[in-house]
T-cell receptor, first 110, second 113 residues
Framework: GDSVTQMEGPVTLSEEACLTI???????????LFWYVQYPGEGLQLLLK?????DKGSNKGFEATYRKETTSFHLEKGSVQVSDSAVYFC?????????FGTGTRLKVLA | DGGITQSPKYLFRKEGQNVTLSCEQN?????MYWYRQDPGQGLRLIYY???????QKGDIAEGYSVSREKKESFPLTVTSAQKNPTAFYLC????????????FGPGTRLLVL
């Protein structure tokens, strides 16, 4: 069945460091792909999305490219801030529901 | 402001008690969802509804029940049959189709006394 695999966390970075959080997927058909962010004690917020191969989603300095050949949707940011500390979830649209990864916790130190 | 509201923010359940979590949306979305989140795990789908008066079981529906009598409301009842209810519960909605973006509420944390 459809699945999403994210890199294990936590990821700890210094402020202004580069970020990559890996996400790979298996799916039948042509799913849409998403990154959501969750701050402590809150719900999930949509960070970015891509609906077809080679699409690049971007928001707040984060970006991810839908790579069908490598079945990947890695999240990247060139310079992280303390305020980016959160849990990041990769997700894809299955037949009738979303499939979520287990989440990657990011901690950014000042 | 359009959005999804969940209440209460914290809920305490006694042994053998049923409790109901509220979810309301004013986005005019057709589809609504309930997820359960446990520490260090992803989200697991409990129930979903694609239209008023219709809902379907998700992956972990046992011990839970829902209703969808109004488009804007999708309450979740955690019954006494759910033996391990302590978790963070998230409600979401989307305009409709399976590929649509889902928008999430702020969540309800359920604790057992």
């Amino acid at each position: 069945g459809d699945s999403v695999t994210q890199m294990e966390g936590p990821v700890t970075l210094s402020e202004e460091a580069c970020l990559t959080i890996n996400c790979t997927y298996t799916a039948t058909g042509y799913p849409s792909l998403f990154w959501y962010v969750q701050y402590p004690g809150e719900g999930l917020q949509l960070l970015l999305k891509a609906t077809k191969a080679d699409d690049k989603g971007s928001n707040k300095g984060f970006e991810a490219t839908y790579r069908k050949e490598t079945t990947s949707f890695h999240l990247e940011k060139g310079s992280v801030q303390v305020s980016d500390s959160a849990v990041y979830f990769c997700a894809l649209t299955g037949t009738y529901k979303y499939i979520f990864g287990t989440g990657t916790r990011l901690k950014v130190l000042a | 402001d359009g959005g999804i509201t969940q209440s209460p923010k914290y809920l305490f359940r006694k042994e053998g008690q049923n409790v109901t979590l509220s979810c309301e949306q004013n986005l005019n979305h057709d589809a609504m969802y309930w997820y359960r989140q446990d520490p260090g795990q992803g989200l697991r789908l409990i129930y979903y509804s694609q239209i008023v008066n219709d809902f379907q079981k998700g992956d972990i529906a046992e011990g839970y029940s829902v209703s969808r009598e109004k488009k804007e409301s999708f309450p979740l009842t955690v019954t006494s049959a759910q033996k391990n209810p302590t978790a963070f519960y998230l409600c979401a909605s989307s305009p409709g189709g399976a590929k649509e973006t889902q928008y999430f509420g702020p969540g309800t944390r359920l604790l057992v006394l």
